[in-house]
């Protein structure tokens, strides 16, 4: 399957803790992107992390992608009530094709 | 606010109808992406439209079709609906074609929620 597979399919935390999510995929990719999703509403891009690169941080994000492990983690840093949503990472294979396949999520639940 | 604009936002049908989903891509995106969310199926990807022509398919059903306009609109049109179908549909849009080891970010629309009944 070309889908990325996130692990753990749901974690709950309180404020202030540390959120990792990981992704797992099985074929080698263009890049890997971060998508949050609050509930029901439309995806929005946390990050994109190309396959050269191994880290980058934006804000309280932070990403990793380890090829030849083919998975990547999101690490969330003092999460807020407000980071409550699906997280999702998608993977591009490039070539051909521009789409993303969406692995099928983590849900996280920070409890203030 | 993506910039991503679907209609409608809410569709109640019955069975055997057809509906037509509409998205307007954000201002200078060149491709329209469509992707079904489903409790069980999670996202999946549907088509992928690129300044009017089909660029790449997924798990579309033969009952469904989508298009791009030459004002870069899309639709997707779903035909005989069953039970099953009943979905979030989302358009999503990026500035070029995402092929050719370009790295692009997708802008999602709120997505259309569809119910047949």
């Known amino acids: 399957s070309q889908q990325g597979e996130e692990d753990p399919q749901a974690l709950s935390i309180q404020e202030g803790e540390n959120a990792t999510m990981n992704c797992s995929y099985k074929?080698?990719?263009?890049?890997l992107q971060w998508y949050r999703q609050n509930s029901g509403r439309g995806l929005v891009h946390l990050i994109l992390?190309?396959?050269?690169?191994r880290e980058k941080h934006s804000g309280r994000l932070r990403v990793t992608l380890d090829t030849s492990k083919k998975s990547s983690s999101l690490l969330i840093t003092a999460s807020r009530a407000a980071d409550t949503a699906s997280y999702f990472c998608?993977?591009?294979?490039?070539?051909?094709?521009?789409?993303?396949?969406f692995g099928k999520g983590t849900k996280l639940s920070v409890k203030p | 606010d993506s910039g991503v604009t679907q209609t409608p936002k809410h569709l109640i049908t019955a069975t055997g109808q057809r509906v037509t989903l509409r998205c307007s891509p954000r201002?200078?995106?060149?491709?329209v992406y469509w992707y079904q969310q489903s409790l069980d199926q999670g996202l999946q990807f549907l088509i992928q439209?690129?300044?009017?022509?089909?660029?790449a398919k997924g798990n579309i059903l033969e009952r469904f079709s989508a298009q791009q306009f030459p004002d870069l609109h899309s639709e997707l049109n779903l035909s005989s609906l069953e039970l099953g179908d009943s979905a979030l549909y989302f358009c999503?849009?990026?500035?070029?074609?995402?092929?050719?080891?370009?790295?692009?970010?997708?802008?999602f629309g709120s997505g259309t929620q569809l119910s047949v009944l």
């Open positions: 999503a849009s990026s500035r070029g074609s995402g092929t050719g080891g370009t790295n692009e970010k997708l802008f």
């Open positions: 074929t080698s990719i263009n890049n």
């Open positions: 992390i190309r396959s050269n690169e």
């Open positions: 998608a993977l591009n294979y490039g070539g051909s094709q521009g789409n993303l396949i």
């Open positions: 201002s200078g995106d060149l491709s």
């Open positions: 439209y690129y300044n009017g022509e089909e660029r």
